[in-house]
């Protein structure tokens, strides 16, 4: 399994919103349609991660008898999006386990299960198809993609209900401390819209329409 992030960097990065990391960096974040189940509060964990193909959801199982306190359990789905791998047994079985999230790039199924189970999840809607144990194939803790972004295990991610950001762990604290300083600054900029200044002039996009106005067609 791979090494867990340390209680400091989680305690950083919790304070961190994704959409916040979102205005500078542009990589690590899976595509939009890979959507939290309900809502709720941000998490931050490790990833342990899977490539689960098509119908043989095995390697799932697998997967969630090693999760520690705090994984989240990232699944490839190899490009299916029709067959639901994971589902509310499943699910029960990883929040006893202590896992902090799962996230699938593809369907889950028993939704209703999974929502009164409380354990969060991120997926790209639900579906009747199911998987089957078959023993054939998958892989866990490999480097893999889910929604265009790249996971390696031991990554460290967070998660909220404007999306997720996957980081190496060299780089998440200081990520998380630009973000949280990025953060600080908002209520600064919320008392100066209401003191009536004007959120273009503000942001410079202002000054830039003026100079693009300023060129020759």
Same mark, same amino acid.
């Given at each position: 399994?791979?090494?867990? @992030?340390? &209680?400091?960097?989680?305690? =950083?990065?919790?304070?961190? /919103?994704? #959409?916040?990391?979102?205005? !500078?960096? $542009? ?75 799962? @996230?699938? &790039?593809?369907?889950?199924? =028993?939704?209703?299960?999974? /929502?009164? #189970?409380?354990?969060?999840? !991120?997926? $790209? ?93």
């Amino acid at each position: 399994m791979p090494k867990a @992030i340390d &209680d400091t960097l989680k305690g =950083d990065l919790i304070r961190a /919103e994704v #959409a916040t990391i979102g205005h !500078w960096r $542009r990589w690590g974040f899976p595509h939009r349609s890979i959507q939290r189940v309900g809502s709720g509060e941000a998490i931050v964990g490790t990833a342990v991660t899977v490539a689960c193909p098509s119908e043989d959801n095995s390697i799932v199982h697998h997967a969630v008898s090693l999760l520690r306190e705090g994984d989240i359990l990232v699944i490839d789905r190899l490009g299916d999006n029709d067959v639901a791998c994971w589902g509310g047994v499943v699910n029960y079985a990883a929040k006893l386990r202590g896992a902090a999230a799962v @996230i699938i &790039d593809g369907p889950c199924t =028993d939704i209703r299960e999974i /929502e009164q #189970a409380g354990l969060p999840i !991120w997926c $790209r809607g639900v579906s009747g198809r199911t998987s089957l144990p078959l023993g054939n194939a998958g892989r866990i803790n490999v480097p893999i993609a889910v929604g265009g972004a790249v996971v390696m295990p031991g990554d460290a991610i967070l998660c909220d209900d404007d999306g997720l950001v996957v980081l190496p762990p060299s780089e998440a604290a200081a990520v998380a401390k630009r973000a949280i300083e990025h953060q600080s600054r908002a209520g600064g900029t919320l008392a100066s819209l209401r003191e009536g200044q004007s959120i273009a002039e503000m942001s410079g996009a202002a000054a830039k329409i003026r100079k693009a106005q300023e060129l020759p067609l």
